[in-house]
């Protein structure tokens, strides 16, 4: 069982940065890939980015290649999302989420523990 919280939400103008954490529980952090979704009001969950076991793999939506950069702290158990340049339409609550695995997985379903979700809200 892992246990995921996210932290680092809030309030930005367009334009600005936030950087998400996401700490787990996981006994062996390495065993798995974490990736970040995102939920907008009235849409469907979507993915975001992912990164692989040892932080070596990355790969984005192109919705926020380029802006976004995932990361992990296999010391901390931790893995990071720095956003920049950030949009209102990035607004949206952000999901931290992990899968035993050593590729980078980017559906929904391939992943077996969610965290609880913080809220990003990009202002115009």
């Known amino acids: 069982q892992v246990q995921l919280v996210e932290f680092g939400g809030g309030l930005v103008q367009a334009g600005g940065s936030l950087r998400l954490s996401c700490a787990a529980s996981?006994?062996?952090?390495?065993?798995?890939?974490m990736g970040w979704f995102r939920q907008a009001p009235g849409k469907e969950r979507e993915f975001v980015a992912v990164?692989?076991?040892?932080?070596?793999?990355?790969y984005y939506a192109d919705s926020v290649k380029c802006r976004f950069t995932i990361s992990r702290d296999n010391a901390k158990n931790t893995v990071y999302l720095q956003m920049n340049s950030l949009k209102p339409e990035d607004t949206a609550v952000y999901y931290c989420?992990?899968?035993?695995?050593?590729?980078?997985?980017?559906?929904?379903?391939?992943?077996?523990?969610w965290g609880q979700g913080t809220q990003v809200t990009v202002s115009s």
């Open positions: 996981a006994r062996t952090f390495t065993n798995y890939a």
């Open positions: 989420a992990a899968r035993r695995g050593a590729y980078s997985y980017t559906k929904e379903n391939d992943y077996d523990y």
């Open positions: 990164v692989n076991w040892s932080g070596g793999s990355t």
